[in-house]
């Protein structure tokens, strides 16, 4: 970009920690990156693909030029493609005929103009993202408890804690900068406790005081019986919960029939009773407790409930955006959370709006758009489903690859191969998805990306160019800006940069000021360009200059009476138990050293290290019950279909189960891509897949 060396502080492509980094470019143009001491997520810290980031910044596997149905084009001819295309179908088929599928890795800028693009002037909702996969449960039930997506904790409470509860994350390898945080505040104060609820004994275990490997589908019946049991022993907030609260009579009802005595969990939960009392007792006594879960949470046809029970338990203790003592949940993709602010989920307005008759009117008259969608459109997996069975004929996919990370990726694939339209906006020329693309277009990736996100703890932070975009690369906004330029929205689309995206972004947030809702960056409405470029990390809500860090503490909650509300919930198990024809549960999730398909992360040869190839894990028992010897390859099948695996024994894995990374595809393991084998079942509220559990077989290969 420049012959001098410079420096700009950005932060990291990955996880949801958002960690700070700076990017240091030498005068021969080579590219390194540290953390940055003064980001206050990280303080100078990075993980292992925090950095690597570097050796990520190449040319290697590049998509450099528009194509159309393979051949080169100019982005001028590639534009007026997609936009008469769609122009075609809407027109032969209606607005619903159409969709989106976008990325927790897009910036804020990009998801704003796709969704005001879809939802405001092509007039359907169906425009979802991969974040419905991540943390659209987490979502689900903040809002039932809060009556807002708010997540009331911030970092700094998993220092303050004297108990941390971290259920369904294994936060050592997925937020590892959190994990030695939490790690080095134990260290200082021996006395903090740490609880790590997974069926697996993860690298998390390491700082654990207590793990509960929980069978699987049964974490409700856990946390019901908690709430029942700080009830019984009078260690609920009677107050808090008279002055701030609605429905706990129902919630408690619902939780003694869960389980009425700690036996009974323990049998639920195939844990032991002792453990489960250890719990309990810290629980009951520990006013500083937070309670961190992830996707073991909310990758679950019953993830909003059980994001449901874990907020019960607080709300009955007070422990609610208060210093280290809150429910928090922890973000996997690096702006989750500003998809969600921009109104990226099907099921969602822009700006924290609901498809109701009120925020539907108001973001019309904002947008001045002709048809506003007025219901929510189909999340990923109905989307799929449409496309495969051609009520959807059009998709534009932008920044993901859904032919590896969607359950049932067969399915998946044949939608793609079915529809009459498929735009593919990526860095990465050659993907199991971009295979299957009539329209490439090429987007700038980290380093060259420009715009903000937000992280786990509400903070924004600036992701800055600091590399010229790859061949005829362009940023996400500007190629979604292009097109509907070209469809005949125009002058609804000013946009010259990524400054001019987010003001009107901050704008519409300030909308809503005679209403409960937090979500407001008013304050940032009118910076210039210079203050944009200049933004320094902050949390949401802004007021006086000022981030906040904590959410409803005083009590406060977003709903139209200001109360929190208890959500009743019973356990129900899995979607589809195992069986004696599929007797074995398959449990996914990632690795330390990669992220996602493996299309950034695989071009770090050091992060190849760490788990160089395709594995599952397997207890001792079953494997010497069915044959499969250490090393060696074993078949995998479930009702929708195959993997070939390297066996891995191992009892940090429940007898009966089976763990494998979520991470190949046929680019890097041919046989190894897991989205085949994962079920499609969803929670009926969220939309968001159980990953955590098919029923499955294994047998040697
Ligand atoms: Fe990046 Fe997450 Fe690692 Fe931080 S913890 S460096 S955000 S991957």
């Avoid at 970009?1 to 996880?15: F, I, L, V």
């Avoid at 496309?387 to 534009?396: C, F, H, P, S, Y």
């Avoid at 399915?411 to 199991?432: F, H, P």
């Avoid at 070209?486 to 947030?509: C, I, N, Q, T, W």
Wanted: charged letters at 20%.
């Amino acid at each position: 970009m420049a012959n001098n060396p410079m420096m700009n502080r950005s932060t990291c492509a990955y996880c949801g920690v958002g960690c700070g980094i700076e990017i240091h470019t030498d005068t021969n143009g080579s590219h390194s990156v540290k953390g940055d001491n003064l980001h206050p997520a990280n303080f100078g810290k990075l993980c292992s693909k925090g950095t690597n980031l570097a050796r990520t910044l190449t040319q290697e596997g590049r998509l450099l030029h528009p194509m159309i149905n393979g051949l080169r084009a100019s982005w001028p001819q590639a534009t007026d493609y997609v936009a008469s295309e769609f122009k075609r179908i809407i027109k032969e088929h209606g607005p619903d005929s159409v969709a989106f599928y976008v990325s927790g890795q897009l910036l804020t800028e990009d998801y704003y103009v796709a969704n005001k693009l879809m939802k405001g002037f092509i007039g359907s909702a169906n425009i979802d993202t991969n974040s419905r996969l991540c943390m659209s449960s987490a979502v689900s039930a903040y809002k039932r408890a809060f009556g807002e997506d708010c997540v009331p904790a911030c970092y700094e409470d998993l220092e303050l804690a004297d108990l941390i509860i971290l259920t369904g994350s294994n936060t050592a390898w997925c937020h590892p900068i959190l994990f030695q945080r939490i790690k080095a505040a134990k260290q200082q104060r021996p006395h903090m406790k740490v609880v790590v609820i997974d069926p697996r004994r993860t690298a998390t275990c390491e700082i654990a005081d207590l793990h509960l490997p929980i069978k699987p589908g049964t974490d409700v019946a856990l946390f019901n019986g908690l709430l029942s049991f700080l009830h019984e022993q009078g260690k609920t907030d009677s107050h808090y919960i008279e002055q701030h609260c609605d429905n706990f009579d129902a919630a408690i009802n619902s939780a003694r029939n869960d389980g009425a005595s700690l036996n009974q969990i323990a049998q639920r939960c195939d844990l032991p009773t002792a453990d489960i009392n250890r719990f309990y007792q810290w629980f009951a006594e520990t006013d500083r407790t937070v309670t961190c879960f992830s996707q073991g949470i909310n990758q679950s046809s019953q993830g909003t409930d059980k994001g449901n029970a874990i907020i019960n338990c607080h709300l009955a203790t007070g422990r609610v955006g208060k210093p280290g003592a809150s429910p928090f949940s922890l973000t996997g993709q690096p702006n989750a959370m500003g998809g969600r602010e921009v109104g990226g989920l099907a099921n969602q307005l822009a700006a924290h709006m609901e498809f109701n008759d009120q925020h539907i009117d108001q973001l019309r008259e904002f947008w001045k758009s002709p048809n506003l969608a007025r219901q929510p459109g189909l999340k990923a997996v109905d989307l799929f489903n449409a496309i495969e069975a051609g009520t959807v004929k059009a998709l534009w996919i932008i920044g993901t690859n859904p032919a590896v990370s969607l359950p049932n990726a067969s399915l998946v694939v044949r939608a793609l191969q079915r529809a009459e339209l498929v735009v593919v906006s990526d860095c990465i020329a050659s993907t199991d998805t971009t295979q299957h693309a009539h329209v490439l277009l090429p987007a700038t990736g980290w380093g060259e990306k420009d715009g903000t996100v937000t992280n786990s703890e509400r903070r924004l932070s600036r992701q800055r160019g600091s590399v010229d975009p790859a061949g005829e690369a362009r940023q996400d906004w500007r190629i979604l800006t292009d097109v509907a330029h070209a469809m005949g929205f125009g002058e609804h689309f000013p946009y010259k940069r990524a400054a001019d995206v987010f003001r009107e972004h901050a704008k519409l947030s300030h909308q809503n000021r005679n209403s409960p809702r937090l979500f407001d960056l008013g304050e940032l409405a009118d910076l210039t360009d210079q203050a944009y470029d200049d933004l320094q990390p902050q949390q949401w809500p802004i007021r006086a200059g000022q981030g906040t860090p904590r959410l409803y503490g005083d009590g406060r909650f977003s709903t139209d009476n200001g109360k929190a509300r208890f959500t009743a919930v019973r356990c129900q198990g899995v979607s589809h138990p195992v069986t004696p024809e599929w007797p074995m549960a398959l449990n996914s999730g990632r690795i330390r050293d990669q992220w996602h398909t493996m299309t950034r992360t695989a071009l770090a040869p050091p992060l190849n290290a760490h788990k160089p190839e395709p594995f599952v894990e397997v207890h001792p028992n079953d494997a010497a019950r069915l044959l499969l010897i250490n090393g060696q390859l074993a078949r995998i099948q479930s009702p929708w279909g195959t993997a070939i695996l390297k066996i891995n024994v191992t009892d940090s894995v429940r007898c009966g189960e089976l763990f494998v990374p979520m991470h190949w595809n046929n680019q890097w393991a041919r046989g190894a891509r897991i989205g085949e084998l994962v079920n499609p079942a969803v929670d009926p509220i969220s939309g968001q897949p159980e990953s955590k559990h098919t029923p499955c077989r294994i047998e040697p290969w």
